[in-house]
């Protein structure tokens, strides 16, 4: 049976002719695929409208163009199981910069002017490993990954695998969680992964909006409602048509806005300003709030009602503290983004740098962290941020939740220093449980229970950033006597 394979050139102008020719490409990986039919067709835009999805994409493109990270992550986005091979163009002299600036988001690279054999050997390579992991990972229960949200803990994936159930339907969505976890980025992961995805994702802070202009901010005015309304102008409702309204921190409106907002939230209908119809808004509601609502439905603070319309989906995003073992991902991750204005960084977390990391209580979250990287990059003259490099403010995991009795407080204190003992043992073994164990001067069964106790996956630090970990370093100098 003959083999067809759907590979999509991405490239944003016919600049690429003079680096390799498409059926070059084509010739070379039918030979290599003995014979099977290869379809390749070109877009210079991720977001044109295809017949068929890929098996495999081709992204063109000058690495040291600045909109080279935008295009591959909204080619990542769209295709997130796709393979993708970048195709690099990089002048003389440069090649050295390149390679250490190549995201991770590719699967693989080369450098133009391309050899179309090597380029056929890889794509066959990579088919055939996607294939061999399929087989592996049937009946496993799989990790969602959406490319703008970090994390393997299972407290984070149990929330990430709602979205692809809310992108499905339209009903409106209750994302909660503290300040900094990122509930828009999961308000954006929903819109984004729903069939609304082409149209506007339109965010809304509701704290910022004045109370006397929360109407017209909202649904708009017709020409001649008031003094200064010259015009006829539609609001924020009318700009997200058939998107996404995003109202961040609604717990924040008083409760004249609420009474206005619990109609359109049921019915999406809405009156602009002086006008005498109503309009019916084609919109998905998704609100987020920094507290529990329903404490605030209990101290009357916000209106039951209004509660209950959008609290249809619910999601509350963990916060940084409950999910220690994400810290080095999103660490790996920002250290990616960052770099100073001459192109160069630090690239790599000391092991005593990722320790004083896990240690800290983020209470500003995963916003805070970004920020802390992001600042000791600058600082960092070396290729290495080391723990001084890192300045953190406030409290540590260790003397956190210190009030109430004397036996609550050793507990709780008790239990955060195992768990950040146990990230830093499988970050610093890259998830080997038997090095790990012996580090810590346990049986590696009693280790295990110890995983299993705070639900902490091994799997997550075998594929720990590059910088983050050791291959065998020595065993600590204290073994680790918690209690299993």
Known sequence: MKTFINILLVTPDDEYRSWFDESDIVHKVESVFLGGKVELHRLSDPSQLITRPPQLLLLHQDATDRSFDQRLAAVSRRWPDVPIVGLLAAQQGCVEELVNGVPGELSDFLLCPLDARELALRIRRLLASGDRRTARD???????????????????????????????????????????????????????????????????NCAALPDQLFENELFGHSKGAYTSAASEQGGLVLEAEGGTLFLDEVDALNPYAQAKLLRFVQYREYRPLGCSRTKVANVRIIAACNHDLRQAVAGRQF?????????????????????????????????QRFRRPDGHGPRLLSEEAVQKLLTHAWPGNVRELESTLQRAVVMCGATTIQAQDIECSGETLQNLRLDGSLREAKTSATMDVERAYLVKTLVTFRGNVTHAAKAAGKERRSFQRLLRKYEIDREVFQSAPDG???????????PFDGLA
């Open 138 to 204: 049937a009946g496993r229960p799989q990790r969602v990954r959406i490319d703008s949200l970090v994390g393997e803990s299972s407290i984070f994936q149990a929330q990430v695998a709602k979205i692809p159930l809310f992108a499905d339907v339209d009903a409106t969505v209750l994302l909660q969680g503290e300040t900094g976890t990122g509930k828009e980025v999961f308000a954006r992961a929903i819109h984004y992964s729903s069939a609304r995805k082409d149209h506007a994702f339109i965010p809304i």
């Open 303 to 335: 209106r039951e009602d209004l509660f209950h319309r959008l609290n249809v989906l619910s999601l509350v995003v963990p916060p940084l503290r409950d999910r220690v073992e994400d810290i080095p991902l999103l660490a790996g991750r920002f250290l």
């Open 468 to 478: 983050l970990a050791q291959d065998c370093p020595p065993p600590f100098r204290t």
